[in-house]
């Protein structure tokens, strides 16, 4: 194994605090792996990391060398993929909404592998909080406000998504139509968590054009999945507020109707997030500009 490779390596370990995680995700053998943390070590002289039965953990010098490493495999993959022809290639893993990704990034999924052959994609649904390097992840898509478990890491904005405030018709024939804002406090909504946060995610209305009000009506029903929140209201047991091309097919069948449509809902913003204390390899950023052209297109459209 050379010297870049090794640094791989250990970047890598660092990166999931595990030596079986990082060889699973280099598909090396854990022999392999150890033996190449061990080169190091012994080339510089220094003990790169920490060893316990439970966790593997970068020493002061280990910190130090990993965004060495970083930065110098940053500036490899940069040089090679300049020279003519050479595209960007190995595993990129994300993580994103399941219904973002269905509606977003799949339908154009095999024209972006086709274009870039050397790239293969994890594509994960965990959409909770989660520590980005640890998990192994190299960039993930947030959909709503950002919490301070994202402040570590750097934010690009790739959309705001149009929203409303939906009903079923047999919502509608018990607890009526709601004329105003005011009116919520007499409806219930199906109460949505947000992946970051531990309360219902409130109702956001513009008002004046721009400020926004916070409402959180009482809920008899609370879920954490996008789809069950639709279906919950399909049911007629809340209102939802939800972007709107998530319900269109309901719209359309009559299924679920606008209510409110007098007090424009906030849009929904849509980031992308990745490391700070990593820079991006060409691999990474081909597969983000790919995010961000693809929410472009479709929310354009």
Same mark, same amino acid.
């Given at each position: 194994?050379?010297?870049?490779?090794?640094?791989?390596?250990?970047?890598?370990?660092?990166?999931?605090?595990?030596?079986?995680?990082? =060889?699973?995700?280099?598909?090396?053998?854990?022999?392999? &792996?150890?033996?190449?943390?061990?080169? +190091?070590?012994?080339?510089?002289?220094?003990?790169?990391?920490?060893?316990?039965?439970?966790? &593997?953990?970068?020493?002061?010098?280990?910190?130090?060398?990993? %965004?060495?490493?970083? =930065?110098?495999?940053?500036?490899?993959?940069?040089?090679?993929?300049?020279?003519?022809?050479?595209?960007?290639?190995? +595993?990129?893993?994300? #993580?994103?909404?399941?219904?973002?990704?269905?509606?977003?990034?799949?339908?154009? +999924?095999?024209?972006?592998?086709? *274009?870039?052959?050397? /790239?293969? $994609?994890?594509?994960?649904?965990?959409?909770?909080?989660?520590?980005?390097?640890?998990?192994?992840?190299?960039?993930?898509?947030?959909?709503?406000? $950002?919490?301070?478990?994202?402040?570590?890491?750097?934010?690009?904005?790739?959309?705001?998504?149009?929203?409303?405030?939906?009903?079923?018709?047999?919502?509608? @024939?018990?607890?009526?139509?709601?004329? *105003?804002?005011?009116?919520?406090?007499?409806? %219930? !909504?199906?109460?949505?968590?947000?992946? #970051?946060? =531990?309360?219902?995610?409130?109702?956001?209305?513009?008002?004046?054009?721009?400020?926004?009000?916070? !409402?959180?009506?009482?809920?008899?029903?609370?879920?954490?999945?996008?789809? *069950?929140?639709?279906?919950?209201?399909?049911?007629?047991?809340?209102? /939802?507020?939800?972007?709107?091309?998530?319900? =269109?097919?309901? +719209?359309?069948?009559?299924?679920?109707?606008? &209510?409110? @449509?007098?007090?424009?809902?906030?849009?929904?913003?849509?980031? &992308?997030?990745?490391?700070?204390?990593?820079?991006?390899?060409?691999?990474?950023?081909?597969?983000?500009?790919?995010?961000?052209?693809?929410?472009?297109?479709?929310? #354009?459209?």
């Amino acid at each position: 194994m050379d010297r870049f490779d090794a640094m791989r390596v250990f970047t890598r370990i660092v990166e999931r605090a595990s030596f079986t995680k990082a =060889a699973d995700d280099l598909g090396l053998p854990r022999s392999s &792996v150890t033996d190449a943390v061990k080169g +190091l070590e012994a080339r510089l002289g220094v003990r790169l990391l920490a060893r316990t039965t439970r966790q &593997v953990a970068p020493t002061l010098d280990g910190q130090a060398y990993y %965004r060495r490493c970083v =930065a110098l495999i940053a500036d490899l993959e940069d040089s090679e993929s300049a020279f003519a022809g050479k595209k960007p290639s190995g +595993l990129v893993r994300i #993580d994103v909404h399941g219904t973002q990704a269905r509606h977003f990034l799949l339908p154009d +999924l095999p024209r972006f592998l086709d *274009t870039y052959p050397g /790239i293969s $994609l994890h594509i994960a649904e965990v959409h909770q909080a989660l520590d980005m390097l640890r998990e192994g992840f190299d960039c993930i898509l947030r959909a709503g406000r $950002l919490t301070d478990t994202h402040t570590p890491l750097i934010r690009r904005k790739l959309a705001e998504l149009k929203c409303g405030a939906f009903a079923s018709p047999s919502y509608i @024939a018990r607890f009526g139509v709601p004329r *105003t804002l005011d009116d919520l406090d007499k409806h %219930r !909504i199906i109460g949505l968590f947000a992946p #970051d946060a =531990a309360i219902v995610s409130p109702f956001v209305f513009l008002e004046s054009g721009s400020a926004e009000r916070e !409402i959180t009506p009482p809920s008899v029903v609370t879920v954490t999945g996008a789809e *069950t929140n639709v279906a919950c209201a399909c049911l007629g047991l809340g209102l /939802i507020q939800v972007p709107r091309y998530r319900v =269109a097919p309901e +719209l359309a069948a009559g299924t679920l109707v606008e &209510v409110l @449509a007098d007090y424009p809902s906030a849009p929904l913003p849509v980031h &992308v997030l990745y490391s700070h204390a990593r820079q991006l390899s060409p691999r990474v950023r081909v597969v983000i500009e790919w995010m961000a052209e693809r929410f472009r297109i479709v929310t #354009d459209g």
